[in-house]
């Protein structure tokens, strides 16, 4: 397999496609808050953000079949073992739709109790149950795409991975759009709009990588225990990670409910924004992924060093860039996005927090990145479950201080979760030795 290069030009030319597929992720909440926060019903569109927190919380528990098929394919791209790099795509696969399957069998049981966690009232309640009960029909589908991106980012194949993106998410928005506006269907409509757009994702990722599916002919090599141990172990520290960080946007969702239908319905445009940052920037924390995974399979610590400075100079320009971008556009796009004003009102106020969230928020993204191309599920568990419990710490000191107290501890948590994550990195540079002192050519752009 041909090395990457590591010049400024191909960081870019990998990280585009993400950030252009990225883009397409959060610009479904916001057509989702648009579609239902401009009928006026706060009560619908505080639904879909306590529906949206439970699905997200049940479906990125299982996140580590992205982040952590990203980083091992890449490592054994990067060894030059292509029958391994196969292999990973059709375990992925396999666990993925059957964990989806699972979730879809324990929906009876695993929506009520969700609902004795998060509790929005009454009205909130209803509309975020509809939502949710039609969203899981897309589990299977959402959590096999989830390995087949992996995948796809783990070798570089950043192009498909976005053609996967858009096709899903435009489907989606498209959907979304006809059973609301057209078929009054509601919240309701907003769930089938996205579990249908999943299951096409799903058909179009397999026959995208259908031969390599096919070049998997050794099932011995396919669940080999050597193979396999390794999965869970890296993916169980993963998985625990994630749902650490879930529980903070739970806190945070509950929070917002507690002051609140209004305050929680403008927490849920805020975090279309916040989203929509987190999600392009992550265009260079996937490249990051990427390129330090093939670094770590290869043995170069060069590389590694390389990979980490290129993608952090991307991070930090665009992140300055987003802070500017939401301070000027951010309360006409909110106007624009919600016709009820104690809603607009609320959200803008809270807006110069948002707007400086990209530049502390951008060390813990790409540190998530830097780990996850390492595989080292055991410093982002550490940092994760730090992280959570320090943020939850410091949301109910500054309690008395309303919405913004609310905003200021969810910034403060993205320090403490870079922190800890800073803290691991000396270990990470001194564990990778390079006998082999393979470097890349230096070219004019780099």
Same mark, same amino acid.
């Given at each position: 397999?041909?090395?990457?290069?590591?010049?400024?030009?191909?960081?870019?030319?990998? $990280?585009?496609?993400?950030?252009?597929?990225?883009?397409?992720?959060?610009?479904?909440?916001?057509?989702?808050?648009?579609?239902?926060?401009?009928?006026?019903?706060? @009560?619908?569109?505080?639904? %879909?953000?306590?529906?949206?927190?439970?699905?997200?919380?049940?479906?990125?528990?299982?996140?580590?079949?992205?982040?952590?098929?990203?980083?091992?394919?890449?490592?054994?791209?990067?060894?030059?073992?292509?029958?391994?790099?196969?292999?990973?795509?059709?375990?992925?696969?396999?666990?993925?739709?059957?964990?989806?399957?699972?979730?879809?069998?324990?929906?009876?049981?695993?929506?009520?109790?969700?609902?004795?966690?998060?509790?929005?009232?009454?009205?909130?309640?209803?509309?975020?149950? &509809?939502?949710?009960?039609?969203?899981?029909?897309?589990?299977?589908?959402?959590?096999?795409?989830?390995?087949?991106?992996?995948?796809?980012?783990?070798?570089?194949?950043?192009?498909?991975?976005?053609?996967?993106?858009?096709?899903?998410?435009?489907?989606?928005?498209?959907?979304?759009?006809?059973?609301?506006?057209?078929?009054?269907?509601?919240?309701?409509?907003?769930?089938?709009?996205?579990?249908?757009?999943?299951?096409? $994702?799903?058909? %179009?990722?397999?026959?995208?990588?259908?031969?390599?599916?096919?070049?998997?002919?050794?099932?011995?090599?396919?669940?080999?225990?050597?193979?396999?141990?390794?999965?869970?172990?890296?993916n169980a520290d993963i998985m625990i990670r994630t749902v650490a960080l879930l529980l903070m946007f739970v806190w945070v969702t509950n929070a917002g409910a507690r002051l609140g239908t209004n305050v929680l319905a403008a927490n849920q445009v805020l975090m279309q924004a916040i989203s929509l940052v987190a999600f392009v920037?992550?265009?260079?924390?996937?490249?990051?992924?990427?390129?330090?995974?093939?670094?770590?399979? $290869?043995?170069?610590?060069?590389?590694?060093?390389?990979?980490?400075?290129?993608?952090?100079?991307?991070?930090?320009?665009?992140?300055?860039?987003?802070?500017?971008?939401?301070?000027?556009?951010?309360?006409?796009?909110?106007?624009?996005?919600?016709?009820?004003?104690?809603?607009?009102?609320?959200?803008?106020?809270?807006?110069?927090? %948002?707007?400086?969230?990209?530049?502390?928020?951008?060390?813990?993204?790409?540190?998530?990145?830097?780990?996850?191309?390492?595989?080292?599920?055991?410093?982002?568990?550490?940092? $994760?479950?730090?992280?959570?419990?320090?943020?939850?710490? &410091?949301?109910?000191?500054?309690?008395?201080?309303?919405?913004?107290?609310?905003?200021?501890?969810?910034?403060?948590?993205?320090?403490?979760?870079?922190? @800890?994550?800073?803290?691991?990195?000396?270990?990470?540079?001194?564990?990778?030795?390079?006998?082999?002192?393979?470097?890349?050519?230096?070219?004019?752009?780099?």
């Amino acid at each position: 397999m041909s090395a990457l290069p590591l010049t400024r030009r191909s960081i870019f030319a990998q $990280a585009w496609p993400i950030m252009l597929g990225q883009t397409t992720v959060p610009l479904v909440g916001i057509v989702d808050t648009a579609v239902i926060g401009r009928t006026g019903d706060a @009560a619908a569109l505080a639904g %879909v953000a306590l529906g949206t927190t439970i699905i997200n919380f049940l479906f990125w528990s299982f996140g580590f079949l992205r982040m952590g098929m990203t980083g091992m394919t890449a490592q054994a791209q990067g060894a030059g073992d292509a029958q391994e790099v196969d292999a990973m795509l059709m375990r992925g696969v396999v666990i993925g739709a059957a964990l989806g399957a699972v979730l879809l069998a324990l929906q009876l049981l695993l929506i009520p109790l969700a609902f004795r966690v998060l509790d929005g009232g009454a009205d909130v309640d209803a509309q975020a149950k &509809t939502f949710v009960a039609a969203r899981m029909w897309g589990a299977p589908a959402s959590l096999a795409v989830f390995a087949i991106n992996g995948w796809l980012l783990g070798l570089g194949r950043s192009g498909a991975a976005l053609a996967l993106q858009i096709v899903m998410n435009l489907i989606n928005i498209g959907l979304d759009i006809l059973f609301v506006w057209h078929f009054d269907m509601g919240v309701r409509g907003v769930g089938y709009g996205t579990a249908c757009a999943e299951w096409t $994702a799903l058909a %179009v990722g397999l026959l995208m990588v259908a031969p390599h599916l096919r070049g998997v002919a050794d099932r011995a090599r396919l669940f080999h225990r050597a193979a396999m141990k390794r999965l869970f172990a890296v993916n169980a520290d993963i998985m625990i990670r994630t749902v650490a960080l879930l529980l903070m946007f739970v806190w945070v969702t509950n929070a917002g409910a507690r002051l609140g239908t209004n305050v929680l319905a403008a927490n849920q445009v805020l975090m279309q924004a916040i989203s929509l940052v987190a999600f392009v920037l992550d265009g260079f924390a996937f490249t990051a992924e990427s390129r330090v995974g093939h670094a770590i399979g $290869a043995r170069s610590r060069p590389d590694l060093i390389r990979a980490i400075r290129l993608t952090s100079e991307f991070s930090f320009v665009c992140a300055a860039l987003f802070g500017v971008l939401l301070m000027v556009a951010g309360a006409p796009a909110i106007r624009f996005l919600v016709t009820n004003q104690d809603v607009r009102d609320i959200a803008i106020a809270a807006l110069p927090l %948002v707007a400086i969230l990209p530049l502390l928020g951008t060390p813990a993204w790409l540190l998530d990145g830097i780990f996850i191309g390492a595989t080292g599920g055991r410093a982002l568990r550490n940092a $994760a479950i730090l992280a959570t419990a320090l943020y939850i710490a &410091t949301d109910l000191i500054l309690r008395p201080f309303g919405l913004w107290g609310l905003w200021a501890a969810f910034l403060i948590s993205y320090l403490y979760r870079a922190a @800890a994550l800073g803290a691991y990195m000396p270990g990470l540079l001194r564990g990778l030795s390079d006998p082999i002192a393979r470097t890349v050519p230096k070219t004019p752009e780099s």
